[in-house]
């Protein structure tokens, strides 16, 4: 039993090292997400949860499911067997398709989804730990001027405008259920990463020197959040579920670098170049966040869910403050993100013997959400409809889940950018029992 023991630990702690390794690698020189909307604020914001919650239209608020880890909500940190130690790992691969009146274009990218740990304290109270992306800002423009005028004069002209960087959260919960039925958690959330957006003039004559201006954004902030589950068996084995969660907006930390300088063959000339103290010279605010849902389980063998989910960024600063604004033909401004998303799993008998088939989860979800920001006075939506499923490995509640989501953002109307895309993310479900005795040697 201890031989058994040592080698799923250390197995575990293997492949946690392994997959946060290969993420970090893949990130490494290149974007970490793509798209033309990342351009704004703090880029584009990642949907948060696992594999499991990507599954089921990113549902997760009122989600009490004891054979996954499930970082939407704290306060369901408490669903679990006693005396279980659960990690799970999840990876996220996306193809998106963009395209502006005759223009098309093409984009493929990899990230890491989340790192969870999960681990009981005291009877009806547990811990969790993790890391999972915030948002992810990476683009790319390239056009050359075609004035005949500017050609004649210069040689001709090149204008680009280049993003990249990312914002992570490392989290950790606490959570603890009283009289079986409410749950209560509290997480707190470290936010940390930096952002560089450039964009530069390049002129085919020498004799002319190149510009390049942009900013460097080092970002940092601390907030808390609140969470809390309840359970009301409703008999004939089903059981009805509400959740919330409200995430408090706290102060960005950290500082902007402005910048202009030319580049000439000889020499470069400084424009311009400062550095501003977020917290001093500009009140920038992550914004806060609230969150409903309700879920109906039915003896664990099929559960729905809807969420709602709202963040207020209106009097964030985000719009006005040097390197989240973009100068631009679009008109940036800050407003309200919304989301509502549904799903639905089924299991269609955990404890066959004979038909592997039977015993694998099957999902599906859907959602609508509108974007923190507006361009032009549009506001920026997408929609879409995802599938997943769990296959079960080995023993206990171990796992490998898979998620596909088909979406699109944007329209083709008002010259603004259709993105269509598919994701892929795959998870790793770890669970074993850490804190039992030895029955012999």
Known sequence: MNMKKGFFSKALIFTVTLFTTIAAYAQDGAYSGYTPYSIFAVGDLMNQGSAYNAGMGGVGIATRNKRYINYMNPAAVTARDTLSFMADMSLLQANKVFAQNDMKTVNNTFNISSVALSFPVYKSSAMMFGLAPYSSTGYGCYLQDEDPQMIEDTGGLYYSSTGQGSLFQVFGAFGVTFWKRLSLGVQVNEYVGNISKNNKLDFIDE??????????????????????????????????????????????????????????????????????????????????????????????????????????????????????????????????????????????????????????????????????YMLDGNNVSSMGITLGGTLPVFRYYNGVTWAVDLGQRGTSAQNMIRERYVKFTIGFNFFDYWFQKARYN
């Open 207 to 372: 004799a002319f020197s190149d510009v390049s201006s942009g900013s460097n954004l080092i970002l940092r902030g601390t907030t808390g959040k609140f969470g809390l589950q309840y359970e009301q068996p409703l008999g004939n084995n089903l059981t009805l579920g509400v959740g919330a969660t409200y995430k408090l907006g706290s102060k960005m930390r950290g500082y902007s670098q402005d910048y202009q300088f030319a580049q000439g063959a000889v020499q470069i000339d400084t424009l311009r170049f400062s550095v501003d103290t977020l917290s001093k010279s500009h009140s920038v605010s992550f914004a806060d966040e609230i969150a409903v849902g309700i879920s109906l389980n039915s003896n664990d063998r099929w559960r729905a869910e809807i969420d709602y989910t709202r963040s207020d960024w209106t009097n964030t600063g985000i719009t006005t403050a040097t390197g989240f604004a973009v100068n631009g033909q679009s008109k940036f401004t800050a407003t309200s993100s919304e989301s509502i998303r549904a799903g639905f799993e089924i299991v269609p008998n955990r404890n066959d013997i004979r038909y592997y088939h039977r015993r694998c989860a099957y999902r599906i979800g859907a959602y609508r959400e509108k974007s923190y």
